[in-house]
């Protein structure tokens, strides 16, 4: 008797890999690569954030102004009426003997759009390319900002990615309490832009009453303090240095034990700050972060070494989240929120078993009834489907996907077209065998009859799975995923995997000649 | 022995007159179609968050939920007045819905409404959903799309596989069940989320597959059976797949009525659709797809003449090769 056929050996290495693939995700192991619960099962926070692009254009030109002023300022070139608006910076130079110094500086920034008006008067803005080289930055620094924050903050597995051209999707299984979430939420959403920034004392004693119109017309902005009073400062817009050139923030404490943050600045950010307060003795400097001035210390002499610190009245947990977010960097734009779905720890794990309920009790009926109805190949068929299961899971699991509701609804098709895959082929035998067929003929026309059906079908169904997957947000997808990868499987488990067991049965079938015991049938 | 009956439901061979009795059951089909399409012009969909945007906040009450306190609290607050509470799965669990949404991080609808809910009695927010205006209307788009694009390949593929009456009547099977199955959802005010929209794409394949089987036995009777007329064709095609098809609609239905009895109220709009849709789509692919076919006049002579012509030029071909690898040519 011939008992193992090339049908059967696919079979049971395809139940082999099954069973050894999904059985981390059965077991909930530690190790080994498994199918985890989506949030709307396991609870936590899901959103999907948008990043406003536009704002880290501007901040991109803005730091070329910086840069600019930083530059003249050092070569101690004279330019005036150094604005900035609409994305445009706008400034004249006094000495055309100074235009090709200024020239060679514009020259080494990349993506500019330099016009003249005249010999020395610059309009300065980015070239269209750049400025989507820029978006695109904005968004994968936002990503790794993000991430960083969420790492530093400490929560189990948070999942940070870019989704499609400007939103980000954020994931935190790891959340359980709305103080938590709140807190998670603040972190993400905080800018963290630290600037420096020099208070304009020519027109400080005019704070109350200019408008931020006129305010503009002499390059400055008026930005409130932050420790609510209403006090205002007058302050350069283009800062000195911002939170670019900071490399550690750690919560500190000063003399009267209250919490701050002191930061280090990296070499080049240490030699402007230097510069600068060597050339402004006697002036204030604003520290402001997020467009709040925290606090604005006279400069009394030149500070070397790239130190600094932010106080302004932070409790130790507020601080800590400053710091962690400076350290991380800032965020190149502010994101929104586009959607946000939180589930209680308590909720998911009544949906989980809710439907794990349903699905595992309504798999017995389908089994028992399979039994009932087809007999012994009931059984086989019954083998398949359960393979199909553990493929689909392991499939699933080498893929690092998540298991949601709709993917669910996945496998409750799946279940259903690999039992239907059986039923065909069951049925055409039982036909062949009523005609009076032999049973090794009737089995193999009863595969070869339902074979084209099937795969029209299966075919089918897989073309509406792609289109799903290429055109489908999220679940969509995972449902697309799943049903493809049950389809597959269903091939290699209803149809090769069945047929196998019959070829290496046959022998048996054949001497019993018993139908009702086999096929169910008289 | 009661096993032995349960065993062999389908035993006879009997072929039913199923195109006889076509015209009454495209009737009865058109007037349940009409009045879906009636009730999704007039009544709509109710699309639930994921689709419209909005704010969803789920609240579960240690007793029995205070709704009518709750509604004055909130109605009394300008942000929430036009907050809609109803009842979830348990007297003790409520659902808030809210039109709006806000896009900042920072406030969050759900913590302001538990803040305002606090002299209402114990509970724990369960969930908050928020769905901004850009995500709904893209999944909208995009959903639609998906769709459009699913029936034009199926369209592709059937003509190919099959002959374009075939692939016109399967479209039509589908647009049949899928258009019910909206009519229902329509008609039950359930809430059209995400979940109902994989419920749908799930009939549409179930429905699918059914149709494309029935169509795989006429195709195969059009080609060996002795019978020339379609509707004696179809009518001994449709009675042969009508164990398959009622089988597994069956065995689909054990599934779906556990997940509609014992899934919990998250998963009841998804089952409540899938249970019609296994219904209706079962009914379509034994009496309307095939109706369908008939009615478009598929000519079963034409066809054999085509596949003995396709037949033919398939030999010459291969004569030709046979030759020009001899070296004949």
């Given at each position: 008797?011939?008992i193992?056929?090339y049908r059967?050996v696919?079979f049971?290495?395809s139940?082999i890999f099954g069973v ?6 059965f077991?909930?192991?530690?190790s080994?690569?498994?199918v985890s619960?989506?949030?709307d099962?396991?609870?936590g926070l899901?959103m ?16 070329i102004?910086t840069s600019?002023k930083y530059f003249?300022?050092d070569e101690e ?7 900035f608006k609409d ?5 004249i130079v006094l000495?055309?003997?100074?235009i090709?110094k200024?020239d060679?500086m514009l020259?080494?920034?990349q ?6 008006t005249?010999?020395l008067?610059?309009?300065i803005?980015l070239?269209?390319?750049?400025i989507v080289l820029?978006?695109d930055?904005?968004?994968s ?7 960083n ?6 929560l189990?597995?948070?999942?940070v990615i870019r989704q499609g051209?400007e939103d980000i999707?954020?994931e935190?299984p790891?959340i359980k309490?709305?103080?938590d979430?709140k807190a998670?939420?603040e972190l993400?959403s905080?800018?963290a832009h ?7 004392e020519d ?5 109350y ?15 409130e303090?932050s ?7 007058i302050?350069k817009?283009i800062?000195?240095l911002d939170g ?6 750690q919560?500190?404490f000063?003399?009267?034990?209250q ?9 080049s950010?240490?030699?402007i700050?230097g510069?600068?307060?060597g ?11 997020d467009?709040k ?5 006279n400069i009394?002499?030149r ?6 610190q932010i106080?302004g009245g932070?409790t130790?947990v ?10 991380s960097?800032a965020?190149p734009?502010?994101v929104?929120m586009?959607?946000k779905?939180?589930?209680g720890?308590s ?8 439907s794990?309920?349903?699905?595992i009790?309504g798999?017995?009926l389908?089994i028992v009834f399979m039994?009932?109805?087809y007999?012994?190949?009931?059984i ?6 359960v393979?199909n299961?553990?493929i689909?899971i392991?499939?699933m ?7 949601t509701?709709p993917?669910?609804?996945?496998i409750?098709l799946?279940?259903?077209m690999?039992?239907?895959?059986n ?14 067929l032999s049973i ?5 026309d009863g595969?070869s009859n339902?074979?084209?059906?099937i ?14 997957y290429?055109y489908?947000t999220g679940?969509i ?8 990868i ?8 209803a149809?090769?995997?069945t047929h ?6 046959l022998?048996?079938?054949n ?6 015991l086999?096929?169910?049938i008289? | 022995m009661?096993?032995y009956?349960i ?19 495209m009737?009865l089909?058109?007037i ?9 012009m007039?009544?709509g969909?109710?699309f639930?968050?994921d689709?419209a945007?909005?704010?969803i ?12 306190k ?6 009394a607050?300008e942000e929430f007045?036009?907050?809609?509470i109803?009842?979830f799965g348990?007297?003790e669990e409520?659902?808030i819905?809210?039109t709006?949404s806000?896009s ?14 606090i002299q209402t009695?114990?509970y724990e927010?369960?969930r908050v959903?928020?769905?901004g205006p850009k995500?709904?209307?893209?999944l909208?788009?995009k959903?639609?799309m998906?769709?459009?694009?699913s029936?034009l390949?199926?369209l592709i593929?059937?003509?190919f596989r099959?002959e ?6 399967s479209?039509?099977?589908l647009?049949?069940?899928v258009?019910?199955?909206?009519g ?8 059209v989320n ?14 699918l597959?059914?149709t494309?089987?029935v169509?795989d036995?006429?195709r195969e009777?059009?080609?060996k059976s002795h019978k020339?007329v379609l509707e004696?064709v ?9 164990s398959?098809t009622t089988?597994t ?5 054990f599934?779906?009525?556990t997940l509609?009895i014992f899934?919990g109220?998250i998963?009841?709009?998804?089952a409540f659709?899938?249970l019609?849709?296994?219904a ?11 109706s ?5 006049k ?6 054999r003449?085509?596949?003995a012509e ?10 030709l ?8 040519v």
């Amino acid at each position: 008797m011939k008992i193992l056929n090339y049908r059967l050996v696919i079979f049971i290495l395809s139940i082999i890999f099954g069973v050894v693939f999904a059985m981390p995700s059965f077991l909930q192991s530690e190790s080994g690569k498994k199918v985890s619960l989506g949030l709307d099962l396991q609870g936590g926070l899901h959103m999907l954030l948008g990043v406003q692009t536009d704002e880290a254009v501007t901040s991109k030109i803005k730091t070329i102004a910086t840069s600019i002023k930083y530059f003249a300022e050092d070569e101690e070139i004279l330019i005036e009426d150094l604005t900035f608006k609409d994305n445009i910076i706008s400034f004249i130079v006094l000495d055309s003997d100074e235009i090709t110094k200024v020239d060679t500086m514009l020259a080494e920034i990349q993506g500019l759009d330099i016009q003249k008006t005249d010999d020395l008067s610059y309009m300065i803005s980015l070239q269209p390319a750049q400025i989507v080289l820029t978006k695109d930055l904005a968004v994968s620094q936002a990503v790794e900002t993000i991430r960083n924050r969420l790492d530093q903050f400490g929560l189990a597995e948070p999942t940070v990615i870019r989704q499609g051209g400007e939103d980000i999707v954020v994931e935190l299984p790891g959340i359980k309490t709305a103080a938590d979430e709140k807190a998670a939420r603040e972190l993400i959403s905080k800018p963290a832009h630290l600037e420096l920034m020099e208070v304009d004392e020519d027109r400080a004693d005019q704070v109350y009453t200019l408008t931020a119109a006129k305010a503009a017309e002499y390059g400055d902005i008026i930005l409130e303090s932050s420790d609510g009073s209403g006090t205002k400062y007058i302050v350069k817009e283009i800062p000195i240095l911002d939170g670019s050139q900071v490399t550690d923030a750690q919560v500190a404490f000063d003399q009267a034990n209250q919490p701050i943050i002191s930061f280090v600045l990296n070499n080049s950010g240490a030699k402007i700050f230097g510069d600068f307060t060597g050339r402004s003795v006697g002036k204030r400097l604003a520290i402001v972060l997020d467009g709040k001035v925290y606090s604005a210390p006279n400069i009394n002499e030149r500070i070397g070494g790239g130190r600094g610190q932010i106080s302004g009245g932070f409790t130790v947990v507020e601080a800590g989240n400053v710091a962690i977010a400076l350290r991380s960097g800032a965020l190149p734009a502010s994101v929104k929120m586009l959607e946000k779905r939180s589930v209680g720890p308590s909720l998911g794990a009544d949906s989980i078993k809710a439907s794990m309920i349903a699905l595992i009790l309504g798999f017995i009926l389908v089994i028992v009834f399979m039994v009932l109805y087809y007999g012994l190949a009931g059984i086989i068929a019954n083998i398949a489907l359960v393979t199909n299961i553990f493929i689909l899971i392991a499939v699933m699991a080498m893929f690092g996907a998540t298991l949601t509701l709709p993917g669910m609804a996945g496998i409750v098709l799946t279940v259903g077209m690999a039992v239907d895959a059986n039923v065909i082929i069951n049925e055409r035998v039982r036909e062949l065998l009523r005609q009076g067929l032999s049973i090794p003929k009737a089995i193999e026309d009863g595969y070869s009859n339902a074979m084209r059906a099937i795969l029209d079908a299966n075919i089918t169904t897989l073309l509406v799975a792609v289109i799903l997957y290429a055109y489908g947000t999220g679940p969509i997808k995972g449902f697309a995923v799943t049903i493809s990868i049950g389809i597959l499987a269903s091939m290699l488990t209803a149809i090769l995997g069945t047929h196998g067991i019959y070829e290496t049965l046959l022998p048996r079938i054949n001497k019993s000649k018993n139908l009702r015991l086999w096929f169910g049938i008289k | 022995m009661v096993w032995y009956k349960i065993m062999e439901i389908f035993k006879t061979n009997t072929i039913y007159n199923f195109m006889a009795k076509r015209l009454p059951f495209m009737m009865l089909s058109g007037i349940i179609l009409i009045s879906s399409l009636g009730l999704l012009m007039t009544k709509g969909l109710n699309f639930g968050i994921d689709f419209a945007g909005g704010t969803i906040v789920q609240v579960k009450y240690e007793q029995k939920a205070p709704i009518d306190k709750i509604r004055s609290i909130l109605n009394a607050s300008e942000e929430f007045s036009k907050a809609s509470i109803t009842e979830f799965g348990s007297p003790e669990e409520i659902i808030i819905r809210i039109t709006g949404s806000s896009s900042d991080l920072n406030s969050d609808l759900g913590d302001t409404i538990s803040a305002l809910l606090i002299q209402t009695g114990k509970y724990e927010v369960r969930r908050v959903d928020i769905v901004g205006p850009k995500v709904g209307g893209e999944l909208r788009e995009k959903g639609l799309m998906a769709l459009g694009l699913s029936l034009l390949v199926i369209l592709i593929y059937v003509s190919f596989r099959f002959e374009w009456r075939f692939a016109v009547a399967s479209i039509f099977a589908l647009v049949h069940d899928v258009v019910i199955a909206l009519g229902m959802i329509s008609l039950f005010e359930v809430d059209v989320n995400l979940d109902i929209l994989a419920a749908i794409l799930t009939i549409l394949g179930y429905s699918l597959n059914d149709t494309i089987i029935v169509f795989d036995r006429i195709r195969e009777g059009v080609q060996k059976s002795h019978k020339t007329v379609l509707e004696d064709v179809v009518n001994e095609s449709v009675s042969r797949t009508l164990s398959r098809t009622t089988l597994t609609s069956l065995t689909t239905f054990f599934v779906v009525v556990t997940l509609f009895i014992f899934g919990g109220e998250i998963i009841h709009g998804f089952a409540f659709t899938m249970l019609v849709g296994v219904a209706v789509g079962t009914y379509s692919s034994i009496f309307i797809a095939a109706s369908f076919l008939v009615q478009l006049k598929f000519s079963v002579a034409n066809f054999r003449v085509k596949e003995a012509e396709k037949l033919k030029r398939q030999k010459e071909k291969d004569k030709l090769r046979a030759m020009y690898e001899q070296g004949t040519v």
